[in-house]
């Protein structure tokens, strides 16, 4: 479907003359029959596959927890897809229609329109993307593989040298060429202080390899190749086996995913697979409520005083929720990658964890509740604290905590 809403000035166009009359005049009717046969539009958040995966899985657990009315039938719309697969996999479990987008825009331009509305109450389809109620960890996953997905994936498996049995960790670093290439009608460059350098995995790569995984870097239209002479790293995109059936079936069927928080991981998180985010910020938007993730950050260096921030001063000054660049330029913060060998030593936690072999001690412990101690309590961002953060960054940043 055309999305008419790309720039700005458009939509304000299209919004005062179309929308709001067509709005004023139809939305009784709608109202009067939405009533009689309880219905609701929503619109599935399909720009952007990190809530296209997300806020879609958490609605429907919300619903699955009683949140949503059981005698209402919700419609969903969608526009600008940026994956068709997983468009064809929500299909197949929620009421999904062409039509249902241009419904939702006038019925949220009407009076009183909560009630026509199928949206989730914190989180979820046009809401947050945050599991504040633990509900993920509470619901099977809601989506599945059609025999024949599976076999066409097994297929692209097995041209990529991995059989069905293969262990394999996805990475992903975020770089800012996938939305210059398909969304260049807007300035990106608000969100820059995401980005991170994909050489910088290479050390916890090779250990992976070492360790008998192979290791898939995912991404689309991706600037910057990892050098890495190993048979068992595979960049996927430059490569040629990159599918939108794959992007899913991969992040789905992964060991575990390392990412700096990205999008394409929301699909390990909606199949419930383990998530090591690195590099990630803004540090308040941490993935707190999935118990297993572990998380490192990139650090705040103040370049006037020469100096790293702690903790909590990050969190006093408000840089914790930073979601602009120029946000972190006015205090004056610049940004630092995680190091080669902080991400080494995160993956090694994360899969020391999952093969059953990781020693905790003491300190880890007392470092941990530090932390925590200090980080804000937002019940609008987080529910009950279940994940971690990188057990070696917290010891070796200890200065950061007090």
Same mark, same amino acid.
């Given at each position: 479907?055309?999305?008419?809403?790309?720039?700005?000035?458009?939509?304000?166009?299209?919004?005062?003359?179309?929308?709001?009359?067509?709005?004023?005049?139809?939305?009784?009717?709608?109202?009067?029959?939405?009533?009689?046969?309880?219905?609701?539009?929503?619109?599935?958040?399909?720009?952007?596959?990190g809530?296209?995966?997300?806020?879609?899985e958490?609605?429907?657990?919300?619903?699955?927890?009683?949140?949503?009315?059981?005698?209402?039938?919700?419609?969903?719309?969608?526009?600008?897809?940026?994956?068709?697969?997983?468009?064809?996999?929500?299909?197949?479990?929620?009421?999904?229609?062409?039509?249902?987008?241009?419904?939702?825009?006038?019925?949220?331009?009407?009076?009183n329109?909560?009630?026509?509305?199928?949206?989730?109450?914190?989180?979820g389809?046009?809401?947050?993307?945050?599991?504040?109620?633990?509900?993920?960890?509470?619901?099977?996953?809601?989506?599945s593989?059609?025999?024949?997905?599976e076999?066409?994936?097994?297929?692209?498996?097995?041209?990529?040298?991995?059989?069905?049995?293969?262990?394999?960790?996805?990475?992903?670093?975020?770089?800012?060429?996938?939305?210059?290439?398909?969304?260049?009608?807007?300035?990106w460059s608000y969100?820059?202080?995401?980005?991170?350098?994909?050489?910088?995995?290479?050390?916890?790569?090779?250990?992976?390899?070492?360790?008998?995984?192979?290791?898939?870097?995912?991404?689309?239209?991706?600037?910057?190749?990892?050098?890495?002479?190993?048979?068992k790293?595979?960049?996927?995109?430059?490569?040629?086996?990159?599918?939108?059936?794959?992007?899913?079936?991969?992040?789905?069927?992964?060991?575990?995913?390392?990412s700096?928080g990205?999008?394409?991981?929301?699909?390990?998180?909606?199949?419930?697979?383990?998530l090591?985010?690195?590099?990630?910020?803004?540090?308040?938007?941490?993935?707190?409520?999935?118990?297993?993730?572990?998380?490192? #950050?990139?650090?705040?260096?103040? !370049? /006037?005083? %020469?100096?790293?921030?702690?903790? =909590?001063?990050?969190?006093? *000054?408000?840089?914790?929720?930073?979601?602009?660049?120029?946000e972190?330029?006015k205090?004056?913060?610049?940004?630092?990658e995680?190091?080669?060998?902080?991400i080494?030593?995160?993956?090694?936690?994360?899969?020391?964890?999952l093969?059953?072999?990781?020693?905790?001690n003491e300190?880890?412990?007392?470092?941990?509740?530090? #932390?925590?101690?200090?980080?804000p !309590? /937002?019940? %609008?961002?987080?529910?009950?604290? =279940?994940?971690r953060?990188? *057990?070696?960054?917290?010891?070796?940043?200890?200065?950061?905590?007090?």
């Amino acid at each position: 479907m055309v999305n008419f809403f790309r720039k700005p000035f458009i939509k304000k166009l299209i919004i005062t003359v179309i929308i709001k009359p067509l709005s004023f005049f139809l939305y009784p009717l709608i109202r009067v029959l939405f009533s009689i046969k309880h219905i609701r539009v929503g619109a599935l958040n399909s720009g952007r596959i990190g809530h296209f995966a997300a806020n879609t899985e958490l609605y429907l657990c919300e619903k699955d927890h009683g949140l949503h009315p059981k005698e209402t039938n919700d419609i969903f719309g969608y526009t600008d897809v940026c994956n068709e697969q997983l468009l064809t996999m929500w299909k197949s479990v929620l009421n999904v229609k062409n039509y249902a987008h241009l419904l939702y825009v006038l019925i949220s331009h009407g009076p009183n329109k909560n009630k026509l509305i199928a949206k989730s109450t914190k989180s979820g389809i046009s809401g947050e993307d945050r599991d504040i109620f633990g509900l993920l960890e509470k619901y099977p996953a809601h989506l599945s593989f059609t025999s024949k997905e599976e076999e066409i994936a097994l297929e692209c498996l097995k041209k990529m040298g991995l059989s069905n049995i293969d262990s394999y960790v996805c990475i992903a670093a975020r770089d800012p060429q996938y939305l210059q290439k398909t969304k260049p009608f807007k300035n990106w460059s608000y969100h820059d202080y995401r980005n991170s350098n994909i050489n910088n995995y290479s050390s916890a790569a090779r250990e992976l390899i070492n360790r008998g995984n192979y290791v898939i870097r995912l991404g689309t239209h991706i600037q910057d190749i990892m050098e890495l002479d190993k048979t068992k790293y595979i960049e996927y995109y430059h490569n040629g086996y990159r599918t939108e059936l794959m992007d899913i079936y991969l992040s789905a069927n992964c060991k575990f995913f390392v990412s700096g928080g990205i999008g394409i991981d929301m699909i390990a998180y909606i199949f419930r697979r383990p998530l090591l985010y690195v590099n990630f910020v803004p540090i308040e938007y941490m993935n707190s409520f999935f118990s297993n993730s572990i998380s490192i #950050f990139k650090k705040h260096w103040l !370049k /006037n005083e %020469k100096r790293f921030m702690t903790f =909590k001063e990050i969190f006093e *000054a408000g840089a914790g929720k930073f979601f602009w660049s120029d946000e972190f330029t006015k205090l004056g913060i610049e940004l630092v990658e995680n190091t080669k060998d902080e991400i080494l030593e995160a993956v090694m936690e994360m899969d020391d964890r999952l093969n059953g072999t990781w020693k905790s001690n003491e300190e880890d412990d007392e470092l941990q509740n530090r #932390f925590w101690s200090i980080f804000p !309590k /937002n019940n %609008k961002l987080h529910g009950e604290i =279940k994940s971690r953060v990188g *057990a070696a960054f917290l010891s070796q940043n200890k200065d950061l905590l007090f």
